[in-house]
DNA sequence: GCCGTCATGTAAATAGTTACATGATTAA
DNA sequence: TTAATCATGTAACTATTTACATGACGGC
């Protein structure tokens, strides 16, 4: 069996769900897999192409009069085997994190501690908002999707979300107490 | 003023160390920065290139009897000025961390409970071991770089991937109590 | 004689974003 | 009339890894 990257194990999994569209598939990701899996339509569409054309989906044109044409795609027997043979694969391995704040406070001591503590603010805030979306996505999966057979998945990702974030948040508020101290 | 993918600032900050040549940078960031900053070869020696071809650093190249040529780089002034303004700006978004067994968990419904406990046993496992690397790593600051302007900084990026691991490891010991209940 | 370390580099392939192009419908 | 939503797609650019090529030294 051929090799895909994550991102087109990515679209075979969302096209397991409802969305069968490019477009649906966009905005499915915006929603969901956002905080650990982004990507563009300039990805989308060829990877779509590519898994049509590999017959592990189908391609339907779907037209509603005064609509654009709607090309849904829809998973093959082969494209679910492709799918859940990548899933039972472990990965090979963790891949690094970039972290462009860590990258900076690195060579911190080429700055003044004032610039460095604004840095960590604007971090913490940062990480505090994005704590409160996942909140929000949360109760939205509690409200309207609680039968939904993926649900439960879905959860455990944003806990894994909300529990990183909490940790970075305490160590923002760690390391601006001994940054402040050396002012 | 320029602007320079991340990847040349790292560099240019590597170059206010000892490190400077190709090869020292590698071993740098192999030893240090490899936990939020890792590049390979391919990128190091073209960046050096266009970093003195810029003016940001000056070449000099180190000839030792029986040793293959070194290509000393050393900043500039200007490479200098250059570094501290990007350290200053504040970082405009937080990027995504795209992160495989997320993807994998996301979908699996599409696969048994115990293969989903395997996965996660295995990042645990892989997270166990990055969190001893961090500390072994502190250690080494700790016992040898102590006078080293830079160690305060360097310190506290390894709290951060201490604190953030320690944080997905707690997640995968919750989670894999989860998904063991469905089996 | 082979392996590890020191040392520099390029070419090809892969991955990904951004900007552009198009065009219809609906609601304010 | 203007903005938002629906809908698809490509071209150019940027970033990055991997694999390859080269070669000397020292220790086992």
């Given at each position: 069996?051929?090799?895909?990257?994550?991102?087109?194990?990515a679209?075979?999994?969302?096209?397991?769900?409802?969305?069968?569209?490019?477009?649906?598939?966009?905005?499915?990701?915006?929603?969901?897999?956002n905080?650990?899996w982004?990507?563009?339509?300039?990805?989308i569409?060829?990877?779509?192409?590519?898994?049509?054309?590999?017959?592990?989906?189908?391609?339907?044109?779907?037209?509603?009069?005064?609509?654009?044409?709607?090309?849904?795609?829809?998973?093959?027997?082969?494209?679910?085997?492709?799918l859940?043979?990548?899933?039972?694969?472990?990965?090979?391995?963790?891949?690094?994190?970039?972290?462009?704040?860590?990258?900076?406070?690195?060579?911190?001591s080429?700055?003044?501690?004032?610039?460095?503590?604004?840095?960590?603010?604007?971090?913490?805030?940062?990480?505090?908002?994005?704590?409160?979306?996942?909140?929000?996505?949360?109760?939205?999966?509690?409200?309207?999707d609680?039968?939904?057979?993926?649900?439960?998945?879905?959860?455990?990702?944003?806990?894994?979300?909300?529990?990183?974030?909490?940790?970075?948040?305490?160590?923002?508020?760690?390391?601006?107490?001994?940054?402040?101290?050396?002012?």
């Amino acid at each position: 069996m051929i090799a895909y990257n994550n991102t087109t194990y990515a679209i075979l999994g969302i096209l397991t769900t409802e969305c069968n569209s490019g477009y649906a598939i966009k905005q499915f990701m915006d929603r969901s897999l956002n905080h650990f899996w982004k990507i563009s339509y300039g990805q989308i569409y060829p990877t779509l192409k590519l898994i049509a054309q590999d017959g592990l989906a189908e391609v339907n044109v779907s037209s509603t009069p005064g609509r654009a044409d709607k090309n849904e795609y829809y998973l093959t027997p082969k494209g679910l085997a492709t799918l859940k043979e990548w899933i039972e694969q472990p990965i090979d391995q963790v891949p690094v994190e970039r972290n462009e704040v860590l990258l900076k406070l690195f060579f911190g001591s080429n700055q003044s501690p004032e610039k460095t503590v604004s840095l960590l603010q604007d971090y913490k805030q940062r990480l505090v908002t994005r704590y409160e979306t996942y909140e929000t996505i949360e109760q939205g999966i509690l409200h309207h999707d609680k039968e939904e057979k993926d649900a439960m998945y879905w959860l455990f990702t944003l806990d894994y979300g909300k529990r990183v974030t909490e940790a970075a948040i305490q160590w923002c508020e760690h390391t601006l107490k001994q940054v402040k101290k050396e002012e």
